[in-house]
């Protein structure tokens, strides 16, 4: 079930001038792309069409320039291939052809803009950043550490999650249970939360998210983000 | 993978590292409400574990597990006590799991990163390096375990004897002085095993396994039979060994 989990939203190491960035213009990037997707229909619909569609070729360029494999970029988009056609179908009945193909060309393109933020950034520097952007709240009780840990391990969690319903589906075909929606979907639940418990255990006896002790030493100042 | 001879090793060096166990038990609350109380899993022991290498032996369910998890503070006694170096695991959980790093059965569970060398470099968050000086000591430390050549695969793609070295890897990056290992040659071949064993034997760390591989035990001076939630013999391997064999009949 496992060998799913390297499938989506891994890192792949490369030289492109993306892998070389700084993290901080990607997500900015990243942002600029949810905004441009989100607020451009706001204009108007042949304008919101209009800008989501350069924005999605915009993207599909960072994806060849980054030096992606093409299928990493198929297997996105198809993970979430039932979603987007129920939902364009949804909007091209309520409100046509054009503002349909804006919606999902914009779910589309922040999708793959945070896949090649996420294949082209080691998880390291993603927690170094979550951690940095956190770091303010501090002096509110928030605890920057577990907090970054925490999105990385949901990020792992996705393709393991991902993983258990395609094994459990085959393992229920195996068996004559296509069908049979218990059998299709309580294994994945009950696979989730030992993984879940399985990792808690690991990230404990690792003393992962262990709160400081005394005389440990400060965060040293992030060259990616500056003033961190 | 070669034993580590740099200067961070030595300082990982226990000095005079122990362990109390004074009336440890644990027992569980039983998920059947019609049960008679609750359910005895380790029985009060009463234990100094101070000997550079400590085996644990017994049946499967006899409690060996549960032992080991009480030295880390993965699991806290119901009854009793248990002290690594003076520090309570009850009370000073944090501080006894940065003495006592733990290694489980199947490594899978233990690697949180998507590859080895962020793996790595996760164990080494807590000392708060700087980027560049924690990705460096991170790829020291597989190079000196002869793991660098892996640094940038998928977890998922490294074979079983791989993934324990590797795991074992990010346990030491953090220079326990206790090493506490629950089965790891349980899904090792035979020259992975060897491996893990010459490994072992070359740590300054003190070491205390359970393990199957009643070879491995004999290569530890003192060796502790588990049966039924409690300790049925302490002392040399040899004895030891023979305990086992006569307790599985």
Known sequence: ?228 | MKPRTDSAQDRGAPAGTSIVLAGAGVTIDPADPAAAGPKTILRPLDLELSDRRIAVIGANGSGKSTLLRLLNGLVLPSTGSVQVNGLDTSRDGAAVRRTVGFVFTDPISQLVMPTPLEDVELSLRRLRLPKRERRRLAMELLESHGLAHLGSNSIYELSGGERQMVALATVLAVEPAILVLDEPSTLLDLRNTRMLRELLAGLPQQVILSTHDLDLAASCGRVLVVDDGGIAFDGPPAAAVDRYRALAG
Request: glycine share 10%; proline share 7%; hydrophobic share 55%.
């Open chain 1, 1 to 228: 079930m496992r060998g799913h989990a390297h499938l989506v939203a891994g890192y792949i190491p490369g030289r492109s001038p993306l892998h070389r960035w700084p993290l901080w213009l990607k997500a900015c990037l990243l942002l600029a792309t949810a905004v441009l997707c989100l607020a451009s229909p706001a204009v108007s619909v042949a304008a919101g069409a209009a800008i989501t569609t350069a924005v999605l070729l915009f993207v599909v360029a960072g994806h060849a320039l980054a030096g992606l494999p093409w299928a990493r970029l198929g297997r996105a988009v198809k993970l979430m291939w039932i979603f987007l056609v129920l939902i364009g179908a949804y909007q091209w009945w309520q409100h046509g052809g054009l503002v349909a193909w804006q919606v999902v060309g914009a779910i589309v393109a922040t999708v793959l803009a945070a896949n090649i933020l996420t294949a082209t950034t080691p998880v390291d520097e993603l927690l170094d950043g979550l951690a940095a952007v956190v770091r303010p709240l501090e002096r509110v009780g928030a605890d920057p550490e577990r907090f970054s840990l925490t999105v990385a391990l949901m990020l792992r969690s996705i393709p393991f999650v991902i993983g258990a319903f395609s094994d459990v589906r085959e393992a229920a075909r195996a068996r004559g249970l296509e069908r049979n929606l218990l059998a299709r979907s309580l294994p994945v639940v009950i696979a989730t939360v030992g993984y879940a418990r399985a990792t808690g255990e690991a990230l404990s006896a690792r003393g992962l998210g262990d709160p400081d002790l005394p005389g440990d030493p400060g965060f040293p100042e992030d060259p990616d983000f500056p003033g961190s």
